[in-house]
């Protein structure tokens, strides 16, 4: 068995970036406590002479000519924000100024 | 009159061709089926109704004036939600999304625009594509055509719908663990997931980068070739874009149409696929396929590949570990709706969080939390770590298996379309739909679904898999026309003339049924 505690859901949801609610956080505590068990059987195959493969179809360097083409003006990037001010995005304070 | 919305999307390009049909007349005859039984279906998330009989009357303007068209001009396309498209709303089925009109268009729904083809709107998915039933769409689920009461697959299950309920000869899906193949598979249509870069991902919204496919959702082999032929190739705005340059996917189907195409193809049953734990009906069309392959003068291979038993495994922490780093850019500030926390100062963290939270569905909140947790310090060698070298040694199963055949093959799903609800509450089972599908997208390689009969306990589709070696998506399509064409001969007609017929009327039918 795992050992997932709802401590460390709440802990994974604030470095997600998730407010979850109590209930959630249980709920979640418990469906990933089963899940971890299943997906845990990776490491009966997972030998260490067993290269890992992180790619499909692996390309390297993969480059275009440094030439300037188009792209999206200042109005089109902005179109789909919730806020903006002039040609920028507007956002709430960066640090809780307590 | 030809019903029109019938026609395979090749034979509508014959008659646009020599002008016996316009494409506003096919494009106003999709829309008004649509209207007539989307409200029952709900495969569409949005209908341009009005510019797509524009785009089709530019068309029939241009095939006029004599302009040299493709042969994919004037027909009709639903594109999946997960694809950008800068005149019409884009939310991958998500809440954090609603309203969001991006301003570019995806790589392969502007070579569908270039080609001439009519978008006809968006359709509906799995948010995020989390999913093999729809279910988890913030905007409610698609019904099977077969059985409005059931599950059209999943994610792409609104492409899948438009296709089989004749809403649109063709759709655009994606598929990153079968979400073109298993719809296909419930619905009896045809879904084929290319080769991993031999389709641009430019402006389809990110999943699992390294599973990601954008590829054909269609009623036959042949139109599934055409659009291929259309989306595929290198997109120098896609870095996992295969520089390779491909044969024509449509001149490989029609020769799988030639008498004795079947002969002496080396035809491999992957032991471990082959229909343990599968619905009766599903294994029993499944065997039933292979003996009239054999009869044809194919060869039946069994072969075996041991570390499929991983590969569910070994997915459901790779895909998690992508989609949570993917899925940081819904951050409020960009893109997307913002919502302020109840209490508190409003710092850009409490409302990015906040925002999370009121945006992104229950499905998507748990994959990001685990994988969140996947990748985290102390855990990440003993689950990614592990999960990518599993990958490693199911392409070694499938390179082991094509040193002894030309092609795989295994039934597309476990089981025919289940009922809304049944899976749900068990992650597990909901993951489990796609222990078929899942190898080919660890590994890279082409994979298809069609469709080989009804089940006889239920009467609903069964879908066939088919996947070749990477890059041989060729291969895929003549093989798979060539199966087609045996199972239709052997019925003496197309598996979808037994859907249901949607009456517009259906639609109030079924009103009172949920009062």
Known sequence: MSEITAEQVAHLANLARIDLSPEEINRLTTELGQIVDSVAKVAEVATPDVPATSHPMPLTNVFRPDTVVPSLTVEQALSGAPDHDGDKFRVPAILDEE | ?515
């Open chain 2, 1 to 515: 009159m030809t019903n029109l919305i019938k026609l395979s999307a090749a034979d509508l390009s014959g008659l646009l061709a020599d002008r016996s049909v316009s494409s506003v007349e096919v494009t106003r005859a999709h829309l008004d089926h649509i209207a007539a039984i989307d409200t029952d279906v709900h495969a569409f998330l949005h209908v341009a109704r009005d510019a797509a009989l524009a785009t089709a009357a530019r068309i029939d303007a241009r095939r006029a004036a004599g302009d040299v068209l493709g042969p994919l001009a004037g027909v009709p396309i639903a594109i999946k939600d997960v694809l950008a498209t800068q005149d019409m709303p884009s939310t991958a089925g998500s809440k954090i999304l609603e309203g969001w009109i991006p301003p570019y268009d995806a790589t392969v729904v502007r070579r569908v625009r270039d080609a001439g083809l009519i978008p006809l709107g968006k359709t509906n998915m799995d948010e995020f594509a989390m999913g093999s039933s729809t279910e988890f769409s913030a905007y409610g689920p698609t019904h099977n055509p077969w059985d409005l009461d059931r599950i059209p697959g999943g994610s792409g299950g609104g492409s899948a719908a438009a296709v089989s309920s004749f809403e649109a000869p063709l759709a655009l899906g994606s598929d990153t663990g079968g979400s073109i193949r298993q719809p296909a598979a419930v619905t009896g249509s045809v879904g084929v997931k290319p080769t991993y870069g031999g389709v641009s991902r430019y402006g389809s919204i990110a999943l699992a980068s390294s599973l990601d496919q954008v590829g054909p959702v269609t009623r036959t082999v042949y139109d599934a070739a055409l659009l291929h032929d259309v989306i595929g190739g290198h997109d120098p705005l896609d870095s996992t874009s295969l520089t390779d340059s491909w044969p024509s996917m449509a001149a490989a189907a029609r020769a799988g149409l030639a008498d004795g195409a079947l002969k002496g193809v080396r035809v491999g049953v992957i032991k471990e696929l082959a229909g343990e734990g599968f619905q009766p009906g599903v294994k029993q069309r499944f065997e039933e396929t292979l003996a009239l392959l054999a009869k044809a003068g194919a060869e039946i291979v069994q072969v075996s590949a041991p570390n499929f038993e991983y590969a569910i495994a070994a997915y459901y922490l790779i895909l998690p570990a992508e989609a949570s780093s993917n899925l940081a850019r819904f951050d409020s500030v960009r893109f997307g709706i913002r919502v302020n926390p109840a209490e508190g100062p409003l710092t850009s963290e409490r409302v990015m969080a906040a925002t999370r939270d009121a945006g992104f569905g229950p499905e998507v909140k748990r994959r990001i939390i685990l994988g969140t947790y996947a990748l985290s310090a102390g855990y990440y060698d003993a689950y990614y770590g592990s999960a990518q070298k599993v990958r490693t040694l199911i392409q070694r199963d499938f390179d082991a298996a094509f040193a002894q055949v030309d092609v795989l093959v295994s039934p597309s799903a476990p089981t025919t379309a289940f009922k809304f609800g049944e899976k749900m509450t068990d992650p597990m089972a909901m993951y489990l739909n796609d222990v078929t599908t899942i190898p080919a997208n660890l590994a890279g390689v082409p994979g298809m679904s069609l469709p080989m009969g009804l089940a006889p306990e239920d009467g609903l589709p069964v879908g066939l898999q088919i996947m070749a070696p990477a890059k041989l998506d060729a291969r895929l399509y003549t093989f798979g026309a060539a199966v087609e064409r045996l199972l239709e001969a052997t019925w003496g007609h197309t598996l979808l003339s037994q859907a249901p017929e949607l009456a517009p009327t259906e639609m109030f039918a079924s009103e009172e049924g949920v009062v």
